[in-house]
Protein backbone atom coordinates (compact mmCIF):
# COMPACT_ATOMS: atom_id res chain seq x y z
CA UNK A 1 0.00 0.00 0.00
CA UNK A 2 2.98 2.36 0.47
CA UNK A 3 5.91 2.63 -2.28
CA UNK A 4 8.82 4.09 -1.85
CA UNK A 5 10.81 5.34 -4.82
CA UNK A 6 13.70 7.55 -5.75
CA UNK A 7 16.71 5.79 -3.94
CA UNK A 8 19.74 5.23 -6.25
CA UNK A 9 23.59 6.05 -5.99
CA UNK A 10 24.78 9.80 -5.32
CA UNK A 11 28.21 11.31 -4.74
CA UNK A 12 28.79 12.97 -1.30
CA UNK A 13 27.38 16.42 -1.23
CA UNK A 14 24.80 15.20 -4.03
CA UNK A 15 20.86 15.01 -3.65
CA UNK A 16 18.18 13.10 -3.86
CA UNK A 17 14.25 13.34 -3.60
CA UNK A 18 12.60 9.89 -1.92
CA UNK A 19 8.68 9.49 -3.14
CA UNK A 20 6.34 7.71 -1.39
CA UNK A 21 2.82 6.51 -2.79
CA UNK A 22 0.13 5.33 -1.49
CA UNK A 23 -2.38 3.00 -3.09
CA UNK A 24 -5.41 1.41 -2.17
CA UNK A 25 -6.42 3.58 0.70
CA UNK A 26 -5.92 7.47 1.48
CA UNK A 27 -3.12 8.39 3.46
CA UNK A 28 -3.84 11.68 3.46
CA UNK A 29 -5.44 11.56 7.34
CA UNK A 30 -2.25 9.69 8.28
CA UNK A 31 1.07 11.20 10.14
CA UNK A 32 3.80 9.94 7.69
CA UNK A 33 7.82 9.42 8.46
CA UNK A 34 10.72 8.21 6.89
CA UNK A 35 12.97 5.97 8.68
CA UNK A 36 16.19 4.47 7.23
CA UNK A 37 18.20 0.98 8.30
CA UNK A 38 21.78 0.53 7.54
CA UNK A 39 23.20 -3.15 7.22
CA UNK A 40 24.02 -3.93 10.85
CA UNK A 41 22.35 -1.41 12.00
CA UNK A 42 18.42 -0.70 14.05
CA UNK A 43 16.03 0.87 11.69
CA UNK A 44 17.05 4.90 12.34
CA UNK A 45 13.95 7.80 12.63
CA UNK A 46 14.94 10.51 10.02
CA UNK A 47 11.91 12.60 9.75
CA UNK A 48 7.86 12.95 9.94
CA UNK A 49 5.03 14.80 9.36
CA UNK A 50 1.46 15.37 10.43
CA UNK A 51 -1.59 14.56 8.31
CA UNK A 52 -1.78 18.31 7.18
CA UNK A 53 1.36 19.07 6.65
CA UNK A 54 1.51 21.99 8.68
CA UNK A 55 3.95 20.02 11.35
CA UNK A 56 7.08 18.45 10.35
CA UNK A 57 10.14 17.25 12.72
CA UNK A 58 13.67 16.25 11.71
CA UNK A 59 16.27 14.04 13.60
CA UNK A 60 19.13 15.93 14.72
CA UNK A 61 21.42 13.58 11.99
CA UNK A 62 19.41 15.37 9.20
CA UNK A 63 18.13 18.71 10.39
CA UNK A 64 19.37 21.18 7.60
CA UNK A 65 20.38 18.89 5.11
CA UNK A 66 16.86 16.47 4.62
CA UNK A 67 13.14 17.96 4.19
CA UNK A 68 9.85 15.97 4.75
CA UNK A 69 6.77 17.32 2.62
CA UNK A 70 3.69 15.88 0.84
CA UNK A 71 1.19 16.27 -1.06
CA UNK A 72 -2.14 14.99 -0.24
CA UNK A 73 -3.77 15.54 -3.26
CA UNK A 74 -1.58 13.20 -4.68
CA UNK A 75 -1.30 10.70 -1.63
CA UNK A 76 2.37 11.04 -1.85
CA UNK A 77 5.00 11.83 1.03
CA UNK A 78 8.64 13.19 -0.03
CA UNK A 79 12.05 13.52 1.78
CA UNK A 80 14.43 15.86 -0.12
CA UNK A 81 18.04 14.80 0.97
CA UNK A 82 20.54 17.36 0.19
CA UNK A 83 24.11 17.35 0.76
CA UNK A 84 24.71 13.57 1.12
CA UNK A 85 27.01 12.10 3.58
CA UNK A 86 28.61 8.42 3.24
CA UNK A 87 26.71 7.58 6.70
CA UNK A 88 23.79 8.96 4.98
CA UNK A 89 23.88 5.20 3.02
CA UNK A 90 20.81 2.90 3.88
CA UNK A 91 17.43 1.29 2.93
CA UNK A 92 15.05 4.35 3.51
CA UNK A 93 11.18 3.18 4.40
CA UNK A 94 8.34 4.78 4.81
CA UNK A 95 5.55 4.81 7.34
CA UNK A 96 1.82 5.75 8.30
CA UNK A 97 0.42 6.17 11.50
CA UNK A 98 -2.82 7.30 13.11
CA UNK A 99 -0.89 9.98 14.95
CA UNK A 100 2.67 11.67 14.63
CA UNK A 101 5.70 9.12 16.14
CA UNK A 102 9.64 8.99 16.88
CA UNK A 103 9.53 5.12 17.11
CA UNK A 104 9.20 2.80 14.22
CA UNK A 105 6.60 0.12 16.79
CA UNK A 106 3.97 2.74 16.91
CA UNK A 107 3.80 3.27 13.08
CA UNK A 108 1.04 0.69 11.27
CA UNK A 109 1.44 0.82 8.22
CA UNK A 110 4.86 0.42 5.97
CA UNK A 111 6.72 0.53 2.32
CA UNK A 112 9.49 -1.98 0.92
CA UNK A 113 12.05 -0.02 1.43
CA UNK A 114 14.83 2.08 -1.63
CA UNK A 115 18.60 1.97 -1.38
CA UNK A 116 20.33 5.18 -0.65
CA UNK A 117 24.03 4.34 -1.92
CA UNK A 118 26.69 7.75 -1.01
CA UNK A 119 30.15 7.65 -2.54
CA UNK A 120 32.93 9.10 -1.02
Known amino acids: QLQASGGGLVQAGGSLRLSCSASGRTFSNYAMAWFRQAPGKEREYVAA????????HHADSVKGRFTISRDNAKNTVYLQMNNLKPEDAAVYYC???????????????WGQGTQVTVSS
Open 95 to 109: AAASQVAFHAVEYDY
Open 49 to 56: ISWTGGWT
